[in-house]
Every structure is written in C-alpha cells, then in structure tokens.
T-cell receptor, first 115, second 114 residues
Framework: GNSVTQMEGPVTLSEEAFLTINCTYTATGYPSLFWYVQYPGEGLQLLLKATKADDKGSNKGFEATYRKETTSFHLEKGSVQVSDSAVYFCALSDPDGGATNKLIFGTGTLLAVQP | KAGVTQTPRYLIKTRGQQVTLSCSPISGHRSVSWYQQTPGQGLQFLFEYFSETQRNKGNFPGRFSGRQFSNSRSEMNVSTLELGDSALYLC?????????????FGNGTRLTVT
C-alpha cells in the first residue's frame, strides 16, 4: 500500500543553519506530494506541493523536489529561523485511491531552532 | 476569507458516552475530510465527504461516523467512547475535492476520554 517515511526527530539547529528533512514514499500510482507544517496548538498548514516528477515546490524559503527515481521529496531551507520551529509532515495523495481527496501522512519531524 | 472552523476546541468525556464534533469549511469548499491525530498513530484518515456523500472511509470502527449538510458543514460522531479515542480531531476542506487538491485544516478539537 501507499506510505510515507520521514526521518525521526527532533531536529535541533541553530539559527541560520541549513535544514534538510528527509522524506521517501511508496505509491502504486503517480502521486502528488506535499509538505505541511503544524505550529503548537494549531492545525496543519500547507507549506508546498509538487504534482509530477522533477517538479520543485517552494514557499517561504523552503524547497522540495519530487524525485521519482529515488521516490523522495526532501524538504530543505538554506537558513532557518527560530520562527520555523514546528512539526513538519510529508504527505502524498494518490490518484489510484479513486475519486477522493485523501492524504497519507508521514509521522512528522519536530524541528527546534535555537537562537 | 474565514478559515476552517472547528468547534468545540476542547472536550472532556467519559468512557461510554458519545460526542459530536462540528466543522465549518472555507466558504465555497465542497469537500470535507476528517483526520485523527495521536502521538502513537500519527495522522490517520477517518472519512471524506463531498456534496453530502461519503466518498471514502478509513480503517476505523463503526463507532465513528459523520455527515455533511447541504451548506458543506460537517459533523462527526463517536459513540461508546473508549480511552483510546483521546486525540486531536482535525477537519480539512478543499475547494473541489479533486484527488490532489491541497487541504486546508482547522485547528482541531482536542478530545479527552476519561
């Protein structure tokens, strides 16, 4: 079945450090891939998405490239800020799931950025 | 534009009771989904509704049910509550319910079962 695997956290970085959060997926079809972010006490917010192989999603300095050959969608940011501290979720949506709008999530990675 | 609104934010119930959670999607959005978030199981899909019809259901017991009204507002119900039902319940909406449309989440309802 479809699944998403994320690197375990927590990830602790100093401000202005480079961030990578690894995400790999297993899917039967050609999924769309997403990164969502959850701040304490809140729901999830869409960070970025990519709908086909080699697409790069980007937003707020974060980037991720859809790599079909390695089934990966790693999240990167060149210089993190304290305000980036949150839990990051990688997710996929598979068209083979039928006429439905359903996401399969990874376990989430907690990022803590220290000043 | 108002976001997805979930009420109430917090609920405390005892085992055996039932509970109803409410979700108002973004205006104009026709698809509403529900997810359960727990530390042990992470985010798990409960069900999705589109134009008042349930299109998909996750692997949860029949105690979990939902519905969608003609104005796209949705409710989910959990009957005969168990301790393991304690979780954050998240509602999400999308404009057209297409399989890869981004979901817009509410802030959730935190349910505690004692």
């Amino acid at each position: 079945g479809n699944s998403v695997t994320q690197m375990e956290g927590p990830v602790t970085l100093s401000e202005e450090a480079f961030l990578t959060i690894n995400c790999t997926y297993t899917a039967t079809g050609y999924p769309s891939l997403f990164w969502y972010v959850q701040y304490p006490g809140e729901g999830l917010q869409l960070l970025l998405k990519a709908t086909k192989a080699d697409d790069k999603g980007s937003n707020k300095g974060f980037e991720a490239t859809y790599r079909k050959e390695t089934t990966s969608f790693h999240l990167e940011k060149g210089s993190v800020q304290v305000s980036d501290s949150a839990v990051y979720f990688c997710a996929l949506s598979d068209p083979d799931g039928g006429a439905t709008n359903k996401l399969i999530f990874g376990t989430g990675t907690l990022l803590a950025v220290q000043p | 534009k108002a976001g997805v609104t979930q009420t109430p934010r917090y609920l405390i119930k005892t085992r055996g009771q039932q509970v109803t959670l409410s979700c108002s999607p973004i205006s104009g959005h026709r698809s509403v989904s529900w997810y359960q978030q727990t530390p042990g199981q992470g985010l798990q899909f409960l069900f999705e509704y589109f134009s008042e019809t349930q299109r998909n259901k996750g692997n949860f017991p029949g105690r979990f049910s939902g519905r969608q009204f003609s104005n796209s507002r949705s409710e989910m119900n959990v009957s005969t509550l168990e301790l393991g039902d304690s979780a954050l319940y998240l509602c999400a909406s999308s404009l057209d319910g297409v399989w890869n449309s981004p979901l817009h989440f509410g802030n959730g309802t935190r349910l505690t079962v004692t």
